[in-house]
């Protein structure tokens, strides 16, 4: 039998995720928001009965789990007030969304039999309707301290169409640090290149799109050959001359980058000496070039 579900926080996240396990035939019995008419949209995009809808967090006594996608800094406050209305003998399990918090921070000050669960899809949901596709094959992140936790995470991650991997919950603040850096960052690092084409004469409205099938043949490059061996460029080359005119040419004309360059770079060689292509000598040279 699947367990009911209601949802807290109609927003991307729980929109997204609510139509999916809604499509994979869990019942909805609350749609959870403070305004009521959004909890009645919320129902049209989930495509599930409209008196799921409400705006009185009392109605998510009735259900066997809850999915409470509030802002990362409302899950606790927001499950205290869960536990203050629901049956301490019979508790309903809790999920959250967000990749830095443990499951424990929705954990009830009397009652400790509650099954507390985190599943962090490990996608970046620009609104409900592209979440909601791109769930399909999604890594999903599982953290809870009880099996039953974990096994709840895998089932109801596989439903949304999505792929679970456990993570520790005393690593979950570097876990969430990866995450930022390989979304977060890759932005700030095309912004960074943009920047860089716009200080060489280049239109602003031209600059990202001229990346972009760099930046597409990198992940292609990635994605077949592995991180070590889909790294090209000067660095690996060990062009030692190449990187010389960068830091030089960066220090006199963009030196707002130039930091940041050396310390990505001295990264880069790292990765040049695991790929075997770029000797420690030579790495060892760069990398004095880029500490200067
Ligand atoms: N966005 C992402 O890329 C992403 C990816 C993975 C995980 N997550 C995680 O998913 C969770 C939800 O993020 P989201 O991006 O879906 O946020 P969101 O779109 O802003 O939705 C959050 C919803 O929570 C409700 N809410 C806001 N403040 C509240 C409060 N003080 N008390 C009760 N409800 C409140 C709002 O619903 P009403 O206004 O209708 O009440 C809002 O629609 C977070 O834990 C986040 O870390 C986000």
Known sequence: MKPTI????????GSAVAKKLHAAGYQLTAIVSRDRQRAIEACQFIDCPSDAATDQLVSVTSAEVILLAVPDDQIQSVAQQVHSVCDPRNPPSL?????LHPAAIM??????HTTLLCLHPLLPFANREKG???LD????????????GILLGKKLATAMGGTPFPVATDKKALYHAAACISSNYLVTLIAMARDLFIHCGIESEHATPLLLPLMRAVFANVEELGVEQGLTGPIVRGDVGTITKHLQQLERE???FLESYRALGIQTATIGEKSQRLSLKRAATIKDILEQ
């Open 6 to 13: 209601a949802l807290i926080g109609p927003g991307r996240v």
């Open 95 to 99: 999920i959250h969304f967000s990749g």
């Open 132 to 134: 909601y596709y791109a």
């Open 107 to 112: 954990q009830s000050t009397t009652d400790i």
């Open 137 to 148: 094959q999604c890594p999903c992140a599982i953290e809870s301290s009880t099996p039953q």
């Open 254 to 256: 963009a030196p707002e």
